[in-house]
């Protein structure tokens, strides 16, 4: 089944059921550019976000086009190994790697998100090299590492583990990520967000139950008042 749908129509949906903004996701938003582009253009101009979820391979020329309207950005990164982005993703890392410089360096709100799948990027110097590169771009940049389970043309490996992430969460802490989010698997503690300053618990994630206890407005830690990297108006 195909659905017409114009960016104008979009625009209205996301605002008659209350969204604050708009995600372009699950497909590849780059290879719809043009739709993202006059989607994103009529979304800010009524007052909404836009939430760009990549594989992070634009162009130099997409970059530009979109940059303006774009105001966050998560970006796959599936490996930290050419090798692995060339057999197992059919592409190259670095535009990747340049990609999330770039947004991050323009004020693009830049996360990152990590597919940790057992026996091909979970091992310890992996993980520590893509922390450490997160780390040499912004300590602030959120890193979530997430949970693969057999799928599609990879069902011969088993589901991640639970204490794969939790290796992965503590290598991040270590290089001096300040956010790090474990996803895909249940794990209320680190799935939410605590200040880097004080440890008080900002926002406490529950599966899709939020609970928020920070000064919004500000985008500051309740207790202390640091500075939490986000988009918060
Ligand atoms: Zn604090």
Redesign the pocket.
């Known amino acids: 089944m195909s659905v017409t749908i114009s960016p104008k129509e979009i625009v209205r949906r996301a605002k008659e059921t209350g969204a604050k903004g708009i995600a372009y996701t699950y497909n590849e938003p780059a290879i719809f550019v043009e739709f993202t582009h006059d989607t994103a253009i009529l979304a800010k101009k009524e007052g909404l976000k836009n939430i760009y979820v990549s594989n992070g391979f634009e162009s130099d020329e997409t970059f530009k086009y979109i940059r303006d309207y774009i105001d966050a950005i998560n970006i796959d990164l599936k490996s930290f190994s050419k090798d692995y982005y060339i057999k197992v993703c059919k592409a190259k890392i670095e535009p990747v790697l340049n990609n999330i410089k770039k947004f991050f360096q323009i004020g693009v709100e830049t996360e990152v998100t990590t597919l940790i799948v057992p026996g091909l990027n979970d091992s310890k110097k992996e993980l520590k090299s893509i922390a450490e590169f997160l780390v040499s771009v912004s300590s602030d940049i959120p890193w979530h590492v997430s949970a693969f389970y057999p799928t599609y043309k990879m069902t011969d490996i088993f589901p991640t583990p639970h204490s794969t992430l939790v290796n992965a969460y503590n290598i991040g802490k270590k290089a001096g990520l300040k956010y790090i989010y474990i996803g895909n698997i249940r794990d209320t503690v680190r799935s939410s967000t605590f200040?880097?300053?004080?440890?008080?618990c900002?926002i406490k994630r529950d599966g899709y139950d939020v609970k928020i206890d920070m000064d919004l407005g500000k985008g500051k830690?309740?207790?202390?008042?640091?500075k939490i990297y986000g988009v918060w108006k």
């Open positions: 200040c880097p300053k004080c440890g008080q900002l830690c309740s207790k202390c008042a640091e």
